[in-house]
């Protein structure tokens, strides 16, 4: 033991406090298990503090300000003045009120919250260093360990975040001045979301993708309304280039990308925002000292318990298999807790829903007709366009379509595309009837509210039947 060390011990130990951990820790702590969670930066992890809240939440304002200058088809005519840094304090008071919650709910749930970076200091035994000069360290003996320190951003050789022209989408969402233009490097999912944002504002944004088109997850009718809305805001999409280096000019910087023959592009920016994707943070925790090796991606395998090779070491969140997504985070955390509390609990991975907060969303769970048919199913599809939709019609947003994929012999539903107004919230439905077991026949047959966008999942499954009312069926 470090001179100064103190020493306790715990049933569980969490480290990270993101929605795998914190959720993990919560209910740990509603099954009277005594746990301990430690983290290092704030409350609520990536998700709460830089990445779902406040990116959602600038999604959500610079919509606003983009359709208010932009309704005159409905008759209304504004030209709205945004204060970028007011923009961004409401968003930081949205975390807050969060991250404060997460904080308030540990406490009541009975969790012990130690503030510190931990690592692995032998078999059973976590050391924890306080942050600051003097603050000491302290070991916890545990009975069992979830490890949840989840992801931070890739870095492309010739691009430092620590250069002031260079973002990542941290430091993006936490700009209180916008620059007049910026190049994105990356067309996944965050640097989609953040061009959408941005665009909205007023910059001049340039998507730069290695890749010949954007959110390559998705297949191409899915992408296309996404990329044709994108060009509409002005963003300028250039594929198959790499960006390698930028330099200072005068008045910015010059970003150069390379195409696949080596020839070099440069675009004008003011800053550049890389958004290449994420790497799971298992390389700070020591873990050679518990006998634990991540895999070739970084990644702590685990089995259906969220259990790693290590008996009493579980890992869940964007640091386990899967994808980085924070609901799965959480899930996975409900799981290993009431695994270690001796609960029957497993995860199924069939239905996790995944959603992009572009314009127009997307929202996806389960398989796609490709999927289905690569797994034996002799699959069906029904697809109902939100331009025959009477309530898309009237928000003004009818761009996409619902599309359901089911097993034609016993209608069992198998998944969902969703692409248009509100795909985030539609899936949920879908979601809800696969993990039911629902079939097509149970979907068409139940009454939607008239007049929602939910309908369109209702007309999807009718499609799939031969029996849509609202669109002609084949
Ligand atoms: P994290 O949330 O990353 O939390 C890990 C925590 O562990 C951090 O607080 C970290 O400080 C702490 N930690 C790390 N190492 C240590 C250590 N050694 N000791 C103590 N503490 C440690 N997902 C969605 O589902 N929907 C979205 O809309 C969405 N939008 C996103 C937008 C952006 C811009 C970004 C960047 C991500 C987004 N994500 C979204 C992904 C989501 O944020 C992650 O999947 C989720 O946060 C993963 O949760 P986690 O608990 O595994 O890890």
């Keep these: 033991m470090v001179v100064g060390d103190i020493s306790t011990g715990t049933d569980v130990a969490v480290v990270g406090a993101g929605p795998g ?32 809240i406040p990116s959602k939440a600038m999604i959500t304002a610079s919509g606003v300000a983009h359709e208010a200058g932009h309704a005159e088809e409905m008759g209304v005519y504004a030209d709205p003045d945004v204060d970028v840094a007011e923009m961004v304090d409401w968003k930081d008071g949205v975390v807050d009120q969060l991250t404060g919650g997460v904080e308030k709910l540990c406490k009541a749930n009975g969790v012990n919250l130690i503030e510190g970076r931990a690592e692995f200091a032998g078999s059973d035994k976590l050391r924890v260093v306080h942050g600051g000069d003097g603050q000491g360290s302290e070991t916890i003996e545990y009975e069992h360990a ?20 260079v973002l990542d989408s941290r430091q993006a969402l936490a700009m209180a001045e916008l620059p007049a233009s910026m190049v994105i490097v990356g067309g996944g999912y965050i640097g989609m979301e953040l061009s959408t944002v941005f665009a909205k504002l007023g910059v001049d944004v340039t998507v730069v993708e290695m890749l010949d088109g954007i ?22 999409f250039h594929f198959g280039l790499a960006a390698d280096s930028w ?67 579980f890992a869940i969140g964007d640091v386990a298999p899967g994808p980085m997504l924070a609901h799965k985070a959480s899930k996975e955390g409900e799981v290993a807790a009431e695994v270690i509390a001796g609960e029957p609990a497993a995860l199924d991975h069939q ?55 089911a097993d034609e012999e016993s209608g069992f539903l198998l998944g969902a595309q969703i692409v248009g107004p509100e795909a985030s919230e539609l899936v949920a439905e879908l979601g809800l009837a696969i993990e039911m077991g629902a079939t097509l026949e149970d979907v068409a047959s139940t009454i939607h509210t008239h007049p929602t966008l939910s309908e369109a999942t209702m007309e999807a499954a009718e499609h799939a039947l031969g029996h849509a009312v609202h669109t002609l069926n084949r």
């Design 21 to 52: 951990g914190y959720v993990a820790a919560i209910r740990a702590g509603q099954l009277g298990l005594d746990v301990t969670l430690v983290e290092k930066d704030a409350y609520g992890g990536t998700c709460l503090n830089y990445g779902c």
């Design 146 to 165: 979830i490890v949840s320190t989840g992801s931070r951003p890739i870095e492309v050789p010739g691009f430092d975040f620590g250069d002031d022209p």
């Design 215 to 236: 959110l390559p997850q998705y297949g191409d009718d899915i992408a296309r309304p996404v990329r044709q809305r994108a060009e509409e805001l002005g963003i300028d």
């Design 247 to 313: 330099t200072e000019t005068g008045d910015g910087i010059v970003v150069t990308a390379a195409g696949e023959d080596g020839e070099e592009t440069e675009f004008e920016t003011e800053k550049v925002l890389v958004a290449v994707g994420r790497q799971p943070v298992t390389d700070t925790l020591n873990l050679d000292a518990v006998g634990l090796e991540p895999n070739d991606d970084g990644r702590l395998e685990t089995d259906h318990e969220a259990r790693t090779d290590v008996e009493n070491v």
């Design 351 to 405: 239905a996790v829903p995944a959603a992009v907060f572009t314009d127009p969303e997307i929202g996806t769970v389960g398989l796609t007709e490709d999927d289905a048919a690569a797994q034996g199913f002799d699959p069906v599809v029904g697809t109902f366009p939100f331009n025959a939709s009477g309530r898309a019609l009237t928000t003004g947003h009818d761009d996409g379509f619902v599309e359901v994929v």
